[in-house]
Each structure stands twice: as structure tokens, then as C-alpha cells.
């Protein structure tokens, strides 16, 4: 009897290793820049016409959700959003804002709107996730770094309701370390449900959604785009590359790359916007240097089989470096107005660059959320083991 048990724990075991060797992060600079081509070519050589890329999509989209702990998400609850603290600046207005992405666990961020407001279904609605940007002076990083303010501010003032928000672990997200097990699973469940919250304000199109960000925000754009096709239009920036996958664990922490049923990396993943509108932004100095000769031609050759060549385009600035600096803003704003919809009359100079100075800088102070005055509600979840246990499938 004891034998037989032995022998059985042993297969057991052994069919357990053979899973776990089936699954593999990507991390980093998981393989070099010439791997990255030859495992492009062998991606482009798996499908010949749209039906075959279809498949292929539905196979990494798959694998992602998979991956993530996703294919099976959460029920979604009330989102309870708390919109707070009303500023009115030059063309636009501030709010703070939370919501529930689940039970007691608060997303946090701001949300940016046109001064003069607008009816039913008249604005576009914008994502902004903000990347792995520290506090360079004063400012606390993330969402409230002076850069992030401007894009979201001048992208208000052009007419679209913006929203920006925390990373997990970040500014006020403190329920969660942004290092944990599951912060890919849980920053991406936020991305979901930050689309949600913008479906819900009475003045947003849906049928207008747009997302842009850069680093790990470029990751967070393109990562939710893959998933969710409610995204209209996409603009991951200095972040798409087939030989780096994200050094985070928010990036590439679980096995949204490869296991046993699909293989992708991050240009693949960034193909799967296709035909939805989608601009490029790389530049000369970071792991998106071989964007206009590698990453770039493979997703355009997508775009083309779904007949949507027009659609997708490369900026890449060959003497920039790893930001989300003015020129890398001015591309943004004149793709968002073209693809959205959006108004550029009032703030486009002489020479087409975007006037940004009317934007005023507010402090963390001014843009958090929860204060001494104002407490995250008591029914707030505390630690990763109760986050975690929320992310259970919906029944």
C-alpha cells in the first residue's frame, strides 16, 4: 500500500514539474535582438490571410487571459465611484476620483474634462496609465509628475474627458505591493474597470475610447488593448519591442508569453489593436531603437492583411531617449485628434506644435483622494492574501 502511494505521489509529481516546464516567464531582455527576429519571422510564418490571423490572435489573446489568471475574471461589482474636489483652470477642470475595481479595493486617479463640458455622448474618453517614472522634484512620481498633468490636461482641453490613475502599489494604491504574485492580474482587472467607470460618465462615446502611455504605461496600452476591443484607438509609447518583454512584474510577472498552448512577445501583443487605430512612438536610445525596421514592419504586415494599413503608424525619434517628452506628446495629440475626433483650433500654434502652458501643475496634496478629511471607506481590503482572494472567477 505505502508502495503504491509512493509510486503515485511520484507521477503526480512528475506530471506537476512537466506543467510548471511548460509555463516560462519572458522577463527583461529575455533574448537578444537577433532571436527577436527570427521569432517574428516564425510568428508571420504561422498565417498567410486574415482567417489565419484571427486564429493566431485568438491564441495569444488566449494565452494572455490565461496567463494573467484572467480567462475566468472576477464578477464585476458596483464601482461606488467617489468624485471629489472640483478645479476649474484654463479650457479644462480637475476632480479627484476612486472607484471599485472589486469589492473594497479602490482604484485612484483624477479625471480631466473640458471646460465647457458636454452633452450626451460628445466626448471622447481617454486612458492614461503612467509608468515606472520616480519623483524627480517633489512630486511623488506617477500620476502626479508635471509631465503627466500637461498630457492629460491639454488632452481635456481638446475636448476629451481623461482619466488618469495609479499604478498598483503606486501614489495613493496602497492596497497591494506593486511587486506582487498577482499585480499583473490586478492592474489589468483596474484597466477594465477604468474603462467601465469612463463608459459610465454621461458624456463619453464609447464607441471613442482612446489609451496612450509610456514605459510601463506603454505596457499597460497595449496589454488592455490586446484584451479589451472596446479601445478605439492606442498609442503605446517607448515601450514596444519583440527582444524586451518589461523588467516588472506588473509587465511580464506572470506567463501572459508563453506556455504550452501559445508564444508571443510584445510586438505580437501590440498587433493584436489591429485595425484599431494605433501609433507607435519609439525613440534612438532605449529597447525600442529597432521599432521603424523590426517591430514596426510586422505589425504593419497585420494591419495590411485586415486591410488597415492606413491606420497604424511609427513616430520614432532617433535622438530621444525613455520619456514621454513634448515631441513625444505633440505626435500623441495629433493622432488622438485625428482618430478621436478631437478639437486642435484652439491650441495648435503657427508652426503645429501644441500649446501646453495655459496647464496649471497642481501638487499631490491638491490631487489625492483620501485625506485626513477624507478616510478610504472602512470596508477597504487590507494585505495581498485578502486583494488576492478577490480576483476568484465570477460563479
Given at each position: 500500500?505505502?508502495?503504491?502511494?509512493?509510486?503515485?505521489?511520484?507521477?503526480?509529481?512528475?506530471?506537476?514539474?512537466?506543467?510548471?516546464?511548460?509555463?516560462?516567464?519572458?522577463?527583461?531582455n529575455?533574448?537578444?535582438?537577433?532571436?527577436?527576429?527570427?521569432?517574428?519571422?516564425?510568428?508571420?510564418?504561422?498565417?498567410?490571410?486574415?482567417d489565419?490571423?484571427?486564429?493566431?490572435?485568438?491564441?495569444?489573446?488566449?494565452?494572455?487571459?490565461?496567463?494573467?489568471?484572467?480567462?475566468t475574471?472576477?464578477?464585476?461589482?458596483?464601482?461606488?465611484?467617489?468624485?471629489?474636489?472640483?478645479?476649474?483652470?484654463?479650457?479644462?477642470?480637475?476632480?479627484?476620483?476612486?472607484?471599485?475595481?472589486?469589492?473594497?479595493?479602490?482604484?485612484?486617479?483624477?479625471?480631466?474634462?473640458?471646460?465647457?463640458?458636454?452633452?450626451?455622448?460628445?466626448?471622447?474618453?481617454?486612458?492614461?496609465?503612467?509608468?515606472?517614472?520616480?519623483d524627480?522634484?517633489?512630486?511623488?512620481?506617477?500620476?502626479?509628475?508635471?509631465?503627466?498633468?500637461?498630457?492629460?490636461?491639454?488632452?481635456?482641453?481638446?475636448?476629451?474627458?481623461?482619466?488618469?490613475?495609479?499604478?498598483v502599489?503606486w501614489?495613493?494604491?496602497?492596497?497591494?505591493?506593486?511587486?506582487?504574485?498577482?499585480?499583473l492580474?490586478?492592474?489589468?482587472?483596474?484597466?477594465?474597470?477604468?474603462?467601465?467607470?469612463?463608459?459610465?460618465?454621461?458624456?463619453?462615446?464609447?464607441?471613442?475610447?482612446?489609451?496612450?502611455?509610456?514605459?510601463?504605461?506603454?505596457?499597460?496600452t497595449?496589454?488592455?488593448?490586446?484584451?479589451?476591443?472596446?479601445?478605439?484607438?492606442?498609442?503605446?509609447?517607448?515601450?514596444?519591442?519583440?527582444?524586451?518583454?518589461?523588467?516588472?512584474?506588473?509587465?511580464?510577472g506572470?506567463?501572459?508569453?508563453?506556455s504550452?498552448?501559445?508564444?508571443?512577445?510584445?510586438?505580437?501583443?501590440?498587433?493584436?489593436?489591429?485595425?484599431?487605430?494605433?501609433?507607435?512612438?519609439s525613440?534612438?536610445?532605449d529597447?525600442?531603437?529597432?521599432?521603424?525596421?523590426?517591430?514596426?514592419?510586422?505589425?504593419?504586415?497585420?494591419?495590411?492583411?485586415?486591410?488597415?494599413?492606413?491606420?497604424?503608424?511609427?513616430?520614432?525619434?532617433?535622438?530621444e531617449?525613455?520619456?514621454?517628452?513634448?515631441?513625444?506628446?505633440?505626435?500623441?495629440?495629433?493622432?488622438?485628434?485625428?482618430?478621436?475626433?478631437?478639437?486642435?483650433?484652439?491650441?495648435?500654434?503657427?508652426?503645429?506644435?501644441?500649446?501646453?502652458?495655459?496647464?496649471?501643475?497642481?501638487?499631490?496634496?491638491?490631487?489625492?483622494?483620501?485625506?485626513?478629511?477624507?478616510?478610504?471607506p472602512?470596508?477597504?481590503?487590507?494585505?495581498?492574501?485578502?486583494?488576492?482572494?478577490?480576483?476568484?472567477?465570477?460563479?
Amino acid at each position: 500500500m505505502k508502495l503504491r502511494i509512493l509510486i503515485g505521489l511520484v507521477v503526480v509529481l512528475s506530471a506537476m514539474s512537466f506543467a510548471v516546464a511548460k509555463v516560462e516567464l519572458c522577463r527583461g531582455n529575455y533574448h537578444g535582438e537577433a532571436a527577436a527576429k527570427v521569432q517574428l519571422a516564425k510568428f508571420a510564418g504561422s498565417y498567410s490571410d486574415m482567417d489565419g490571423w484571427k486564429k493566431r490572435a485568438a491564441t495569444v489573446r488566449q494565452g494572455m487571459l490565461r496567463g494573467m489568471g484572467l480567462d475566468t475574471p472576477p464578477k464585476k461589482c458596483d464601482l461606488k465611484p467617489i468624485v471629489t474636489g472640483k478645479r476649474t483652470h484654463k479650457g479644462y477642470t480637475v476632480e479627484n476620483v476612486a472607484f471599485e475595481s472589486l469589492p473594497g479595493f479602490f482604484v485612484t486617479g483624477n479625471l480631466y474634462r473640458p471646460l465647457a463640458g458636454g452633452a450626451a455622448k460628445s466626448c471622447a474618453g481617454i486612458l492614461c496609465p503612467h509608468g515606472h517614472f520616480r519623483d524627480r522634484g517633489g512630486d511623488g512620481g506617477g500620476r502626479f509628475r508635471p509631465s503627466m498633468q500637461t498630457r492629460c490636461a491639454t488632452l481635456a482641453r481638446m475636448g476629451a474627458v481623461v482619466l488618469s490613475l495609479d499604478m498598483v502599489g503606486w501614489g495613493e494604491s496602497t492596497q497591494y505591493p506593486h511587486k506582487g504574485a498577482r499585480t499583473l492580474t490586478l492592474q489589468t482587472w483596474n484597466g477594465i474597470r477604468a474603462i467601465d467607470f469612463l463608459y459610465s460618465l454621461k458624456e463619453v462615446d464609447p464607441k471613442r475610447i482612446g489609451i496612450t502611455g509610456a514605459s510601463g504605461g506603454g505596457t499597460q496600452t497595449f496589454v488592455l488593448t490586446a484584451v479589451d476591443d472596446r479601445i478605439s484607438v492606442s498609442i503605446p509609447c517607448v515601450m514596444v519591442s519583440a527582444h524586451f518583454f518589461g523588467g516588472c512584474s506588473c509587465e511580464s510577472g506572470m506567463p501572459i508569453h508563453k506556455s504550452a498552448a501559445h508564444e508571443t512577445n510584445n510586438a505580437d501583443i501590440a498587433a493584436l489593436a489591429a485595425p484599431r487605430p494605433q501609433l507607435l512612438i519609439s525613440n534612438g536610445k532605449d529597447w525600442t531603437k529597432n521599432t521603424p525596421k523590426v517591430e514596426f514592419p510586422y505589425i504593419k504586415g497585420v494591419y495590411k492583411l485586415c486591410g488597415a494599413e492606413s491606420k497604424v503608424e511609427n513616430l520614432h525619434l532617433a535622438k530621444e531617449g525613455h520619456d514621454y517628452g513634448p515631441s513625444k506628446r505633440n505626435g500623441a495629440y495629433k493622432f488622438f485628434a485625428k482618430h478621436l475626433k478631437l478639437t486642435t483650433d484652439k491650441i495648435r500654434k503657427d508652426d503645429g506644435t501644441f500649446d501646453e502652458t495655459p496647464v496649471t501643475i497642481e501638487t499631490k496634496k491638491i490631487l489625492t483622494v483620501f485625506t485626513d478629511a477624507r478616510h478610504r471607506p472602512k470596508h477597504a481590503v487590507k494585505g495581498p492574501a485578502a486583494v488576492e482572494s478577490l480576483l476568484k472567477p465570477a460563479e
